[in-house]
């Protein structure tokens, strides 16, 4: 499992850039750089100011690890994640959205029951 491919992965979401996360983690670029390339272990300490960064707790980066290492192309992982990881990385109107749809479609199968 690689961690450093699952900050990668999480960081290009938010568009951001190593040196922006390193910013946001308080740590610096090269610490990133290191530590996506698997140059640099990872702390407890680390993982919990990159997670506050990113927004996520700690274990959705062990979860995306374990999905990276299980896809051979990023875009893969779509496929793969639980859906509750993928609803998470969508924005707020477009969660409220997938709700309402989610509801509509819960509605129409219990008509048909």
């Avoid at 707790?57 to 992982?77: G, H, N």
């Avoid at 709700?99 to 819960?106: A, G, N, S, T, V």
Wanted: hydrophobic share 40%; with cysteine; proline share 3%.
């Amino acid at each position: 499992m690689n961690i450093g491919h699952a900050i990668r992965f999480l960081r290009k979401q938010k568009g951001w850039t190593q040196s922006q996360l390193a910013d946001f983690s308080h740590t610096t670029k090269s610490t990133i750089s290191n530590l996506e390339s698997g140059n640099q272990s990872y702390s407890a300490a680390l993982l919990q100011h990159l997670a506050q960064a990113l927004d996520c707790p700690i274990s959705r980066i062990f979860v995306v690890a374990e999905q990276l290492q299980e896809v051979s192309d990023e875009k893969q992982i779509w496929d793969k994640l639980p859906i509750e990881l993928l609803f998470q990385h969508l924005s707020e109107p477009m969660q409220l959205s997938v709700r309402q749809l989610m509801k509509q479609i819960l509605l129409e199968q219990e008509k048909l029951k």
